[in-house]
């Protein structure tokens, strides 16, 4: 006899659909990639049935691309998620093929399953519930609901990334006139009161204009800088929030955000570094932010430190620390080897002198170290080689200028004509051994249209090293 809770046992396990293989699913995933397009097919079709252990996979493949680009290929039908993603990155990110194929597949379970679509919207994990809220960019009726998950969002980047959203949602809900631009609306106000609470100014023009909160992120390592722009006299930087946003910042409020934050204990080169190496058109600020970097040369990553206090040295501050330079890898060494013979150190004009000797013909940048050597065989060397190497043109005129030799003024036009390599050198070379004669030179170049020398004649303006 057979009990009555056994039949039944039997009976709900036979009715029940199977719970999908784990493995099977990973294994459907990676045949995403495969070739041949039946094959694709098939596995987009079982992993689109295989319920949550699917999406688990998928999602769990999706977060190796990151959180921009999931929000960039959860919607492709609208420009929802391409405009939220936008907002916070500088470009819009690399795209790898399986990533953005398990976000595709996952956008679409979530849409077509509304417990899925819910649990991943009350998710621990602020990827899941960011991919809920992109994958509403495909279907308008699950716009509203997406929004209103958003109301408690504690991630802040989500608080801002749910405002873009709300703004796209609205804009195509009113083309579409279907009535949902009301309610898209208001939840688009409400998200937007919220996201102020976590907002920081764009931008920073003067230093009285630095927030506090910025600052203490700064200290904290929660922000970083993030690169700089530059045209003409004018710089911006940008530092990059952890709440995603960028702030730009002007080269004043570089400083006094870097003064600030070090006053706290964090030290973020990138805020002074373009400012002491590649800024000319304030040459107060410029000296300030090298004087700056060095004496923090301490808090500069170890292996990062020499090189910094190369480049410090090159572009004219005064560097405590000696740079040093490893004789076994001089082509590669450049940077250290000029900064160590500019501070005096009397192994390095040797060290130039086998750098050159040794050099290829392919490459003939280093050929501007000549010019510290100062001896009639470097200057008859250079000059020599600014003939027979058109592609070291620039960095062997560098050398002549810089040990003032008469016939610099002879090959300059050539060298404004083709640049070659290492122009940088001919630029510092220009400033740091400017004479009149050169100075006539170039703006008579510069008359004839030339572009090299109108750039250098602005350069030495700037600098004061040549009158207006």
Request: proline share 5%; hydrophobic share 45%.
């Amino acid at each position: 006899m057979v009990h009555a809770p056994v039949v039944l046992a039997t009976l709900m396990l036979a009715g029940a659909a199977p719970v999908p293989d784990e493995a099977a699913m990973w294994k459907a995933v990676f045949s995403l990639e495969r070739p041949v397009p039946a094959t694709r097919t098939r596995s987009e079709s079982e992993l689109l049935k295989g319920g949550a252990t699917a999406y688990g996979v998928l999602v769990k493949v999706a977060r190796v691309g990151g959180m921009e680009q999931a929000l960039a290929a959860a919607g492709p039908t609208s420009s929802c998620s391409i405009t939220a993603a936008s907002r916070f990155t500088a470009m819009r990110p690399d795209r790898s093929i399986l990533p953005t194929k398990a976000v595709d597949l996952a956008a679409r379970m979530l849409m077509e399953d509304a417990a899925l679509r819910q649990r991943a919207q009350r998710s621990e994990e602020p990827f899941e519930r960011g991919l809920a809220l992109a994958a509403a960019s495909r279907v308008p009726a699950t716009q509203v609901e997406a929004l209103a998950a958003m109301r408690l969002e504690p991630d802040p980047k989500l608080r801002l990334w749910a405002t873009a959203f709300a703004e796209c949602f609205t804009r195509l809900a009113e083309k579409r006139n279907d009535g949902s631009a009301e309610a898209l609306n208001a939840a688009a106000k409400e998200l937007a009161e919220l996201a102020d609470e976590v907002r920081a100014p764009l931008r920073c023009v003067e230093p009285a204009e630095l927030e506090p909160v910025l600052v203490d992120e700064l200290a904290r390592g929660l922000a970083e800088s993030a690169g700089y722009s530059s045209s003409d006299d004018a710089m911006t930087l940008s530092v990059r929030r952890e709440n995603g946003e960028r702030v730009e910042l002007s080269p004043a409020c570089a400083l006094a955000a870097y003064d600030a934050a070090a006053a706290k204990g964090g030290y973020d080169e990138g805020l002074l570094k373009p400012l002491a190496t590649t800024m000319h058109g304030d040459l107060k600020l410029r000296k300030a932010a090298g004087q700056r970097l060095a004496r923090d040369l301490d808090h500069v990553q170890e292996h990062r430190r020499n090189y910094l206090a190369a480049e410090l040295v090159l572009a004219g501050h005064e560097v405590p620390r000696k740079v040093t330079f490893d004789m076994t890898r001089l082509p590669s060494m450049n940077i250290e080897l000029e900064a160590a013979v500019r501070q005096g150190n009397p192994e390095a004009k040797a060290a130039i002198q086998k750098l050159i000797l040794c050099s290829s013909d392919m490459d003939q940048r280093e050929m501007a170290l000549l010019g510290y050597v100062g001896t009639k065989a470097a200057a008859d060397k250079a000059y020599a080689l600014a003939r027979q190497c058109p592609a070291g043109k620039a960095a062997a005129v560098a050398a002549l200028v810089r040990m003032k030799d008469p016939r610099a003024l002879k090959l300059l036009p050539q060298a404004m004509e083709d640049w070659g390599f290492n122009q940088e050198a001919l630029k510092r070379a220009l400033l740091e051994a400017y004479t009149p004669k050169l100075g006539e030179q170039l703006r008579a170049l510069e008359a004839k249209g030339n572009n090299q020398a109108r750039s250098a004649v602005q350069y030495l303006k700037a600098a004061n090293v040549m009158k207006p």
